[in-house]
């Protein structure tokens, strides 16, 4: 089974800058995508940002122009870079993983999550 290791979490002021790291590990097949999610309190969990097999990104409105997502395919490892930061980014973000299976069909994995934590 795929594993997700995030990384890069902590408590920042705001205007400043944290990036985020996932690690796949463990057999697969091959990835259709990989991406960032979070989910602040009381609030639904929901996508920042995610690149697909073609190399296509798309970002949530509110992170466009601060955020940026990269990958390193041989590495197996997405990135998440993360400027401007602002306390309504506070949230737990969790990195997803969508591969496909030697039958070919299509598995999300999900990281346990790194605490992101912006204060004003």
């Known amino acids: 089974q795929l594993q997700l290791v995030e990384s890069g979490g902590g408590s920042v002021q705001a205007g400043g800058s944290l990036r985020l790291s996932c690690v796949a590990s463990g057999n697969i097949f091959s990835f259709n995508g990989m991406g960032w999610y979070r989910q602040a309190p009381g609030k639904e969990r929901e996508l920042v940002a995610d690149i697909i097999k073609d190399g296509s990104t798309n970002y949530a409105d509110s992170v466009k122009g601060r955020f940026t997502i990269s990958r390193s395919n041989a590495k197996k490892t997405v990135f998440l870079q993360m400027n401007s930061l602002k306390p309504e980014d506070t949230a737990v973000y969790y990195c997803?993983?969508?591969?496909?299976?030697?039958?070919?069909?299509?598995?999300?994995?999900w990281g346990k999550g790194t605490l992101v934590t912006v204060s004003s």
């Open positions: 997803k993983a969508e591969v496909v299976n030697r039958d070919y069909s299509d598995t999300d994995y």
